[in-house]
C-alpha cells in the first residue's frame, strides 16, 4: 500500500480528465461557417447522409470525414481525366494565345515607321490644302453665298479622295 503522501503525489500528477472538443457540438450555422458552404449546401448534406452527433449538433471531424470518403470513391478516376483535359484545354489556350501574339506581331507597325509615316502624310496633307486653297481663291471668291455650301463639298471631296490616295484607301 501506498503512502498516503505518495498516492496524494500521485494522483496530483495524474491527466486532467479528457476536455471536452469544441468541434464535436456544432450548429448548422456553424458548420457552415466552419465549412464555407451556405446554408443550402448544408442542408443537401444533410438529406445525403452528413452524420450528426445529436438532433441539430454536428461533429466536425466526422463531417470532414465523411466528406473525404463521399467525395474520393465518386471522383477519383475523375479527377485523373478532369486533368488530362484542363491540360489540354490550358494548352489550346496557350497555342491559341500565341497564335494572337503572332498575328499582332505581323499587324503591328513600329512607332518610328508609324510617326515617320503620320508626319508625311500630315505634310502631305498641309501641302495639298496649301496648294489648293492658292488654285481655288479666285473661285471661292466668284461663287455665290448661296453655292457656297455646294462648292465647298466638292472641295472636301477632293481633299477627301487626295488624303484616300495619299494612304491608298481606295
Known sequence: MLSPRLSKKLNATKQSPAVDNPYTRL???QI??????????????????????????????????????????????????KAVQDLEIAK??????????DDKKDNTIPREERDRDVSALIEAFTSYMRNSTHRNMAALRSVHEADADVVVNQWVQELTAHMSRAVRLK
Not at 441539430?56 to 485523373?80: H, N, Q
Not at 489550346?92 to 501574339?101: I, P, W, Y
Open 27 to 29: 450548429t448548422v450555422p
Open 32 to 81: 457552415t461557417l466552419a465549412l464555407g458552404k451556405s446554408d443550402a449546401d448544408i442542408k443537401t448534406l444533410i438529406h445525403r447522409g452528413m452524420p450528426t452527433a445529436a438532433q441539430g449538433v454536428y461533429s466536425l471531424p466526422d463531417v470532414i470525414a465523411w466528406l473525404i470518403s463521399e467525395a474520393a470513391p465518386t471522383t477519383a478516376g475523375m479527377s485523373i481525366q
Open 92 to 101: 489550346l489556350k496557350r497555342e491559341k494565345l500565341a497564335l494572337e501574339v
